[in-house]
């Protein structure tokens, strides 16, 4: 039975919630506080709980801790309408699955769902999903940032929407494989194999034979007939990586395949069909490229159907701790060790380093210094001298941490003032977020009270938020 319990004090926003999730197949029983949400979840034993961080008798971090002390097999999703630093680094201390801003969609709750249950109660009728090795490592995405935040729902989106090609470009450690590997491992292709090619690495010469496969004797040392990457791909999907990186020749002939996913093996005449999505990766500038006359400008435009943009990791430094914090419980139960957290200095010199390697030099550091930490937490002087303030990150003035440094001139974080004021905020209300109101009016003919009940926030917010659009 696949349970969920709903803790929230706002009665109406957990009653919208539950049938949500309700109509979706899932048994739920909501709490209104923290007392009794502790006692229902040790009296139904839900496999995720969804739990608001502002309750009326007590912290919402202080239940998950019990929650995660009693019930260690029970999942957490932390739910708020005040997102601050603080509070998204504690929810990921106590080890949080996830951290939702209110307001929330469903496609950011979809996967979730998926994460977890697919993970605890596999069907028997299904078979295991073919995929990236290692998939279960890297779909899951970290953060509570806006960036993440409308990564999560965009990454959700193409997913369910099947679209047969996506180019996703970013810095080199940003995370594009993960992107890709969610992008199958969610899609309606998910069943289907996850064929990764390193187009940097397939010669000139080679691609050909590689990509589309070759009969027997069409060339010197062609002894039998043979599959290419396309062919393997059948029904799943084919990931392009570094397609920045392939020659101008090789362009040509992967064009041809995308037209109409059909093509000859080298030495043969009978057209092969396939049916694929395409992810293609890069970390270099497509479209100067295109101008340099030095990438296909025709091929760029049939890749970039549903382009997919990912920051680095110095432009977003609220996903720095949760992401260390991730590794570091991830890494340290593989190696056996108790390393379980980072002083504040080290905490405060993470967050200053500008990342050039992105989340991958992040996990690559926390990696080194779980194997060499020797007690069970890493401080600043463990750390290597180039992890120091050096291309510091973003301004505050943007970012969780900004919003944090102003509250010590006098604004409380805490104070329920923060709602209308995050509500103000031009970087907490993305384009996103203007059309999911939109939505949300719309399927409730304009009521304004319902609606601000479905997106978990006060009408004197909604109202705000309205002002903007």
Same mark, same amino acid.
């Given at each position: ?14 009653? !919208? ?50 929650? /995660? ?8 999703? !932390? ?13 990921? $201390? ?14 950011? *709750? ?55 090609? *996506? ?10 494989? &993960? *992107?890709?590997? &969610? ?87 009978? $057209? ?23 990438? /296909? ?12 943009? #990912?920051?680095?990791? /110095? ?92 509250? /010590? ?31 949300? #009016? ?5 009521? $304004? ?21």
């Amino acid at each position: 039975m696949k349970k969920i319990a709903v803790i929230d004090d706002n009665r109406e926003f957990a009653r !919208i919630l539950s049938s949500e999730l309700t109509r979706r197949g899932y048994v739920v029983e909501a709490a209104h506080t923290g007392q009794d949400g502790l006692a229902l979840v040790t009296a139904s034993s839900p496999r995720l709980v969804f739990l608001d961080l502002r309750l009326p008798d007590r912290a919402g971090v202080d239940v998950l801790g019990h929650i /995660r002390a009693s019930m260690p097999g029970v999942d957490v999703v !932390i739910i708020t309408g005040y997102p601050h630093l603080s509070t998204a680094l504690a929810a990921f $201390k106590n080890q949080a699955v996830d951290y939702l801003c209110k307001p929330f969609t469903f496609e950011e *709750v979809d996967p979730i769902l998926s994460r977890v249950f697919d993970e605890s109660e596999p069907a028997p009728a299904r078979p295991p999903r073919p995929g990236p090795t290692g998939a279960a490592d890297r779909i899951e995405m970290i953060g509570p940032s806006e960036a993440s935040r409308a990564l999560r729902t965009l990454a959700g989106q193409l997913a369910a929407s099947g679209v047969r090609a *996506v180019l996703v470009t970013g810095e080199s450690g940003t995370g594009k494989e &993960l *992107v890709a590997g &969610l992008l199958h491992a969610e899609g309606p292709r998910r069943d289907g194999p996850f064929v990764e090619v390193n187009c940097s690495a397939i010669s000139e010469t080679l691609f050909e034979s590689e990509l589309f496969g070759h009969e027997r004797g069409a060339f010197t040392g062609a002894v039998g007939s043979r599959r290419g990457l396309c062919e393997a791909a059948d029904g799943g999907t084919l990931f392009l990586d570094e397609i920045g990186e392939m020659p101008l020749s090789c362009q040509a002939k992967l064009l041809r395949f995308l037209d109409d996913q059909t093509f000859l093996r080298v030495g043969g005449s009978r $057209k092969v069909r396939v049916h694929v999505q395409i992810v293609a990766a890069t970390n270099r500038d497509l479209r100067a490229m295109v101008a340099e006359g030095t990438f /296909r400008g025709d091929l760029y435009y049939r890749l970039n159907v549903a382009p997919v943009a #990912l920051a680095p990791l /110095r432009s977003r430094p609220d996903d720095i701790l949760p992401l260390a914090y991730y590794w570091l419980r991830r890494i340290s139960a593989q190696h056996g060790n108790r390393v379980i957290g980072l002083a504040p200095d080290a905490e405060r010199r993470l967050i200053a380093h500008a990342w050039p390697g992105n989340v991958r030099e992040l996990r690559n550091l926390i990696e080194r210094m779980v194997i060499l930490c020797p007690g069970d937490c890493i401080t600043a002087d463990q750390l290597p001298e180039e992890i120091d303030a050096r291309g510091a990150a973003p301004a505050a003035e943007t970012s969780f941490i900004g919003r944090m440094e102003r509250a /010590r001139d006098g604004h409380d974080p805490d104070d329920p003032r923060a709602e209308e004021e995050w509500a103000a905020t031009p970087t907490s209300l993305d384009e996103l977020g203007r059309a999911h109101i939109r939505r949300v #009016l719309s399927q409730v003919n304009g009521n $304004k009270t319902k609606a601000a009940a479905l997106l978990g926030i006060s009408r004197q917010t909604l109202r705000s938020k309205l002002g903007s659009l």
